[in-house]
């Protein structure tokens, strides 16, 4: 009898789902083989499943077991005739008493509903082990009415490998049938048998159906892995098959032909300008199979990128990304597709990006002219783009390129670095070289650069101080553009932006004003002597701004400009004076903006109030009468400003009840509970009126302020006993809790 051997069976079932068991001869249990028998037929099923299970570990030794097994199949228990049948397949060929139940098995209209393919599987398995004496009963199983069982069939020939070749011409009829799933056990069977199914395959191959065509090319592709001599047929069969199904199956096995590459790729060529999707798929995939074949393959590939139509180009670009590394000589022909398609498509990025930092020479060759501003934007730009995508790999070659003798080989290197970011930190030694090199262009995104990367404020900031006394603009202006990304980090630069006030170049006042930051209070006197440029003045106010408090004393300058300046202007000065603040001084000629008749100026001013108005007392009467204000925004706006104020009572018990009077109000309530918050609350009666509300944050906010004031809130405990509880969030039950034990000074 000729054997499977295990190695070979095993990733078959176990990938169906199905434990193999050793075919040992000996038991792993002391029950005597005759007494499991005994109790395959105990009424308890945990019995019956062990006796099973037991049998199959006693392999050929178990053979007397055999009728009782086969009464087991019809188990209705899942893991009793699972255990049954692996026990058969133990036993193996003693088990040959079995077959006939074990076909009857594969059957798939017996029932057991989603448990009906472990069966079959099981089964198939079994018949498998029990070898060649079960191939007459599966070759009948084959015509079978029923393709549950024709499909178990095949799949228990496959398993016996040659010794299945009886089983040829009746597994040849299955290749036409129009289950799918039977076809490929078909196929599998075929294969696994091996050479002697090539002839009957072969003759096969001028079939009028698609399907079966299809079929006997998969089979006679498992049989080429395997040395049969059918190649040359299979590779004749490309010049004449038109059906997409029978060419996408082509394509699948010309992996396993063997074929030069004199002759495949032609082939393959053909294969990816088809019009069928899935015939081009098989085709990508055989390519990236057979490694033999991609050199050969890319010049075709390369002469497809020039062709004019877009579809093909964009093919041959995924075919040249998959190919990786080795598709490096196609990068020139990419690079011209990616500028001559405009606007770029990311597939021609992509492609040049998976090649790798291998194709970074020929990269940089494509920029072609020395000067960069000779280089058209979009070639640049899709270059860049390149350099960019590949990522951190490429960092390398890029640090080696910026000492290439090239100008626009060591800007686009330094370009690239800043876009790949903190991945090319290794890089930022050779850019601090390049910070001074004689192109004032490569100096700008040198430095640059290295902030993207996010060097060290240490290394960065004296270069920064360098390039702001540059002697070329462009690089000054690129130096105070990078200025705000260092934050207080800047502080040591204050000198020179402020000396950038004074410069000639417009753009270079405004990057000057734009780079003071908070940490620079002594350039506010600068700042006012250029208020006059409307230009610069929304930028000078936001300066301003970012000062804070230390700039309080330029309030005055700013509201002369605020009766003649426009609406932004004028939201931009309130803006800046909220976060500055002002003398007192100024609070008159500030309360008249209060009573603007545009809702944004109110609404800016009351936000703005509590900075200028040094009465806190005549600040809270002045909101208090906004809360008033027709217009939701100006509401808003004193709401929030009221609880910028602060204070405790009794100054803030009017602000308090005013703010407890909004509360039932939807629109106001986030903003009056905010600026109670702020607001030192420890009025109990009023605290007890808002735990009276319905609002859930509301009351967690009582509950909250009462905990804060303790034993002095003793005269809410009833209230807060007597809540009820099952109609409180966790929440809220929690605030509760921790409100009484505050009190109670627990």
Request: with cysteine; proline share 7%.
């Amino acid at each position: 009898m000729v054997r499977t051997p295990f190695c070979k069976l095993a990733p078959r079932f176990v990938a169906a789902g199905i434990w193999l068991l050793p075919a040992a001869g000996f038991l792993l249990a002391d029950e005597p083989v005759a007494g499991l028998i005994t109790q395959l037929a105990s009424p308890d099923r945990t019995i019956r499943r062990e006796a099973a299970l037991q049998l199959g570990k006693a392999g050929p030794a178990a053979k007397d077991a055999v009728p009782g097994l086969i009464k087991a199949l019809s188990d209705e228990d899942k893991q009793v005739w699972s255990n049954a049948a692996g026990a058969l397949a133990a036993i193996g060929p003693e088990a040959v008493e079995a077959i006939p139940a074990l076909v009857l098995a594969l059957d798939s209209r017996a029932g057991r509903g989603r448990e009906r393919r472990q069966l079959i599987l099981r089964a198939a398995y079994a018949l498998t082990r029990i070898g060649p004496a079960a191939i007459p009963e599966l070759i009948k199983a084959l015509s079978s009415d029923d393709t549950g069982q024709r499909i178990g069939a095949s799949k228990a020939l496959a398993g016996m490998g040659p010794a299945a070749k009886d089983a040829i011409p009746a597994l040849l009829l299955n290749l036409s049938n129009d289950d799918v799933l039977l076809r490929r056990e078909t196929v599998d069977a075929l294969g696994e048998i091996g050479p002697d199914a090539a002839k009957p395959l072969l003759d096969s191959l001028a079939s009028d159906l698609p399907r079966r065509r299809e079929a006997v090319v998969l089979a006679l592709g498992r049989l080429a892995q395997k040395g049969a001599p059918v190649s040359p047929a299979l590779l004749a069969m490309f010049k004449g098959e038109s059906d997409p199904l029978v060419r996408a199956a082509l394509f699948g096995v010309l992996p396993s032909l063997q074929a030069e590459p004199a002759v495949s790729v032609p082939l393959l060529m053909d294969g990816l300008k088809e019009s069928v999707e899935a015939v081009r798929r098989s085709a990508i995939n055989a390519l990236l199979l057979m490694r033999s074949a991609q050199s050969a393959l890319i010049p075709s590939l390369v002469a497809s990128l020039k062709e004019p139509d877009a579809a093909v180009n964009e093919r041959a670009a995924d075919i040249l990304a998959r190919m990786g590394a080795s598709a490096k000589s196609a990068v020139p022909e990419l690079i011209e597709t990616l500028v001559r398609r405009q606007p770029a498509s990311a597939i021609y990025v992509d492609a040049i990006a998976q090649i790798g930092p291998s194709a970074a020479p020929l990269i940089f060759q494509s920029l072609g002219a020395d000067d960069p501003a000779a280089i058209p934007r979009e070639r640049w730009d899709g270059i860049l783009q390149s350099l960019k995508t590949m990522g951190g790999v490429v960092a390398p070659a890029l640090g080696t390129a910026l000492t290439d003798g090239k100008t626009s080989v060591r800007l686009i290197a330094a370009q690239a670095l800043g876009q790949i970011g903190p991945l090319a930190a290794a890089s930022v030694p050779a850019l601090l070289k390049t910070c001074g090199d004689a192109d004032p262009r490569l100096r700008s995104a040198s430095l640059a650069s290295i902030v993207d990367i996010h060097a060290d404020s240490k290394t960065v900031i004296p270069r920064v101080e360098a390039a702001l006394h540059d002697s070329v603009p462009a690089v000054r202006l690129a130096a105070l553009q990078l200025v705000p990304a260092f934050g207080e980090s800047a502080k040591p630069l204050a000198a020179s932006i402020i000396a950038g006030l004074k410069e000639t170049d417009p753009a270079l006042r405004q990057a000057a004003v734009e780079a003071i930051g908070e940490s620079m209070p002594q350039a506010v006197p600068a700042l006012l002597g250029i208020l006059n440029d409307s230009a610069l003045q929304p930028a000078i106010l936001d300066a301003l701004a970012r000062i804070g408090s230390p700039a309080a004393s330029a309030a005055a300058r700013l509201f002369e400009l605020l009766p003649n300046a426009s609406k932004p202007l004028r939201l931009r000065i309130l803006s800046s004076v909220s976060k500055t603040g002002a003398e007192g001084t100024l609070a008159p000629a500030f309360f008249s903006a209060l009573k603007e008749n545009d809702v944004e100026i109110r609404a800016a001013a009351l936000a703005a109030y509590p900075r200028v108005e040094h009465d806190s007392t005549a600040c809270r009467i002045a909101l208090l009468e906004s809360f008033k204000d027709p217009e939701l925004k100006p509401r808003l706006a004193a709401i929030e400003a009221v609880g910028t104020l602060g204070g405790r009572e009794p100054e803030t018990l009017a602000a308090i009840n005013a703010l407890v009077a909004l509360l039932p109000k939807n629109e106001e309530r986030p903003a009056a509970i905010a600026a109670l918050k702020k607001l030192d609350v420890r009025n109990v009666p009023i605290l007890l009126e808002i735990l009276a509300l319905s609002d859930s944050e509301v009351r967690i906010y009582a509950c909250e302020r009462l905990a804060a004031v303790g034993p002095k809130a003793s005269e809410a405990l009833k209230t807060l006993k007597e809540l009820p509880q099952a109609q409180l969030s966790e929440e809220m039950r929690k605030a509760v809790k921790r409100a009484i034990q505050q009190i109670e000074g627990r």
